[in-house]
C-alpha cells in the first residue's frame, strides 16, 4: 500500500560523518512529524513540518540536526558530526491535517560507531 | 523530554486470555491515541479517542479516554498470539501553541506465557 516509506532502513556511520535520512510521506498528507525512539523507549517529538513550513523544531536535540521539506512532500533529517548518542530509530510519520492520526513509517535504525 | 506514565510495563499472555494496560499523565490531553509496535517496524494506529468519556473499540480491541483527560486504558480481549508486541499510548493537545506532536508512553511490551 501507499504508506509512509522512509529510507534507508538502516544507516552505520563513524562519528563525525554526517547523514540524511528521507521521509516519504503519505500522498496528499499535509502534516509530516519526525521522531526519534531510543532502545526500550516511546517515540519523541523532534520536529514538525505542515506543508512545506517548518512549523516546530522545539524536539531537536542540538543544532547539528536539520530538517527540511521544500516542495512540501518529501523530508529530509540531516544530522552532522554525528555522535554514539544520535543512535537510534528515526521514525517519520505524516497525517492529513492539523491533529488528524499520525502514520508512521518503518523508520531508519542508525548506528554510529 | 516527556513521557507518559504507561503501565504494566510487559505481561505475559496465554491465548484466550483478556489483557488491559493504562496510561496516565500530569496534563491534560485532547486526544488519546494507542499504537502497536512489531520489531523492526514502525507504530500502527490501533485506536484514536478525541472525546472525554469517550468507549471505542476496534474488534478485540476496547479503549476508553479518561474523564479526567488525564489518562486512558486498552483492553485487549481473547487474546491471540499475534497480539504479542509493544503497545503505546500517545496524547495529542491542541492548545498552548501545540502544532499536534504526540507524546507517548514508554511502552507495554506483550509476550506468549512460556
Known amino acids: 500500500g501507499a504508506g509512509v516509506s522512509q529510507s534507508p532502513r538502516y544507516k552505520v556511520a563513524k562519528r563525525g560523518q554526517d547523514v540524511a535520512l528521507r521521509c516519504d510521506p503519505i500522498s496528499g498528507h499535509v502534516s509530516l512529524f519526525w521522531y526519534q525512539q531510543a532502545l526500550g523507549q516511546g517515540p519523541e517529538f523532534l520536529t514538525y513540518?505542515?506543508?512545506?513550513?517548518?512549523?516546530?523544531k522545539s524536539g531537536l536535540p542540538s543544532d547539528r540536526f536539520f530538517a527540511e521539506r521544500p516542495e512540501g512532500s518529501v523530508s529530509t533529517l540531516k544530522i552532522q558530526r554525528t555522535q554514539q548518542e544520535d543512535s537510534a530509530v528515526y521514525l517519520c510519520a505524516s497525517g492529513e491535517g492539523f491533529h488528524q492520526p499520525q502514520h508512521f513509517g518503518d523508520g531508519t535504525r542508525l548506528s554510529i560507531l | 523530554g516527556q513521557q507518559l506514565n504507561q503501565s504494566p510495563q510487559s505481561m505475559f499472555i496465554q491465548e484466550g486470555e483478556d489483557v488491559s494496560m493504562n496510561c496516565t499523565s500530569s496534563s491534560i490531553f485532547n486526544t488519546w491515541l494507542w499504537y502497536k509496535q512489531d520489531p523492526g517496524e514502525g507504530p500502527v494506529l490501533l485506536i484514536a479517542?478525541?472525546?472525554?468519556?469517550e468507549l471505542t473499540s476496534n474488534g478485540r480491541l476496547t479503549a476508553q479516554f479518561g474523564i479526567t483527560r488525564k489518562d486512558s486504558f486498552l483492553n485487549i480481549s481473547a487474546s491471540i498470539p499475534s497480539d504479542v508486541g509493544i503497545y503505546f499510548c500517545?496524547?495529542?493537545?491542541?492548545?498552548?501553541?501545540?502544532?499536534?506532536?504526540?507524546?507517548f508512553g514508554k511502552g507495554t511490551k506483550l509476550s506468549v506465557k512460556p
Open positions: 513540518f505542515q506543508n512545506e513550513a517548518q512549523l516546530d
Open positions: 479517542l478525541y472525546k472525554a468519556g
Open positions: 500517545a496524547g495529542q493537545m491542541n492548545y498552548g501553541g501545540s502544532q499536534g506532536n504526540l507524546i
